[in-house]
């Protein structure tokens, strides 16, 4: 159940959230909200993957 939600949740996440690799974004000059997002779709990719 648990994964099946992860992974839900990403493919919503890829359809809404913006790509910080396409837009090349530079992590180290990132402001934080691109670092909590960056966090936040690392994390649900994370758990869509266990």
Do not use: E
Request: hydrophobic residues 50%.
């Amino acid at each position: 159940m648990k994964k099946k939600f992860f992974k839900t949740l990403a493919k919503i996440n890829k359809a809404i959230l913006p790509s910080l690799t396409k837009k090349q974004v530079d992590l180290a000059k990132a402001s934080k909200l691109q670092m909590a997002l960056f966090g936040y779709k690392l994390w649900v990719t994370k758990n869509a993957l266990d």
